[in-house]
């Protein structure tokens, strides 16, 4: 059964960092594409970021570049999120996702507030 579970989630000051984590369970994650979204109250889930299987090759929505940065450490089945210069306005459910023969995982999400 492959599970996500997502970490590192809090609150933080404008300005601030937080690293959260994607561990997976259940398949080998390092033949696997993952993502990360987010959803704010009252909104669309969005994407932030993408990691692929083959060379780390990553892309990022245009609101993250240059402050988020997606990595993976196989040997541990894990993929995080590096999030620097925090905003006000990247707070949200983060999610971590993964596709495996066709279907669709999701984590359960961690909350992520910036704020004063």
């Known amino acids: 059964q492959v599970q996500l579970v997502e970490s590192g989630g809090g609150k933080v000051q404008p300005g601030g960092s937080l690293r959260l984590s994607c561990a997976a369970s259940?398949?080998?994650?390092?033949?696997?594409?993952v993502g990360w979204y987010r959803q704010a109250p009252g909104q669309e889930r969005e994407f932030v970021a993408r990691i692929n299987s083959a060379w780390s090759f990553t892309n990022y929505a245009d609101s993250v570049k240059g402050r988020f940065t997606i990595s993976r450490d196989n040997a541990k089945n894990t993929v995080y999120l590096q999030m620097n210069s925090l905003k006000p306005e990247d707070t949200a459910v983060y999610y971590c996702?993964?596709?495996?023969?066709?279907?669709?995982?999701w984590g359960q999400g961690t909350q992520v507030t910036v704020s004063s």
């Open positions: 996702n993964t596709m495996i023969s066709g279907l669709l995982y």
């Open positions: 259940g398949i080998v994650f390092s033949i696997s594409h």
